[in-house]
Each structure stands twice: as C-alpha cells, then as structure tokens.
C-alpha cells in the first residue's frame, strides 16, 4: 500500500511557475514509476509527465520544455517543475504510483492560471 499526499497548487498568473511535489509512504518507493496527471473541469483526466524507476522521463507534448518531472529516492518524493504556465494548464494535478499491477493516487491539488 502506497500512500501520495501532493501539496504546492495555487493561484498564478499566466507565465508563472509552480512547483508540486507528492510525498509518499513505504519503503519500495524507489520501485514504482511515478507519473503526474491532470483533469481540468468537464475533462477527461490525463497525462501530464511521468518518470520511471529507471529515471526515464515522458511528457505530453503540451508541456515539452515548460513542464520537468523529478524524483528523489532517498526522500520518497516526485515533483513537477512548471514554468511558463498558461490558463490551459488550469486543473486539478494528481500524483500518481505505479507497479505492476498496482496503481495508487493522491487526492489532487488544485493549479489555477489567471490573471
């Protein structure tokens, strides 16, 4: 059982940054591709960027060179880097853990983008 608590939403201007991180418990942590997802209202969730246990890295092609996902191992943590944010980017982000079968989420946090 795998635990994500993410924190760092809020409000920003269009341009801005922000960054999210998701803290997780247990200790196989360094096992699980961890990923970002989000769901804007009225939209289907999807993906944002995911990093594997390997450190491999994916974006969606929305956030190519705006967006950078991290993890650090020794902490049990995954980060979002966003820079250059844009009102589309406005939706609630949530922290995702995969392995194998099993697949856990966070309770989202809500990234607003408005002047």
């Known amino acids: 059982q795998v635990q994500l608590v993410e924190s760092g939403g809020g409000l920003m201007q269009p341009g801005g940054s922000l960054r999210l991180s998701c803290a997780a418990s247990g200790s196989i942590f360094r096992f699980y591709d961890m990923g970002w997802y989000r769901q804007a209202l009225g939209k289907q969730r999807e993906l944002v960027a995911t990093v594997t246990s390997s450190g491999r890295t994916n974006y969606v092609d929305s956030v190519l060179g705006r967006f950078t996902i991290s993890r650090d191992d020794a902490k049990n943590t995954v980060s979002l880097q966003m820079n250059s944010l844009k009102p589309e980017d406005t939706a609630v982000y949530y922290c995702?853990?995969?392995?194998?079968?099993?697949?856990?989420w966070g309770q989202g946090t809500q990234v607003t983008v408005s002047s």
């Open positions: 995702n853990a995969h392995l194998g079968v099993a697949n856990y």
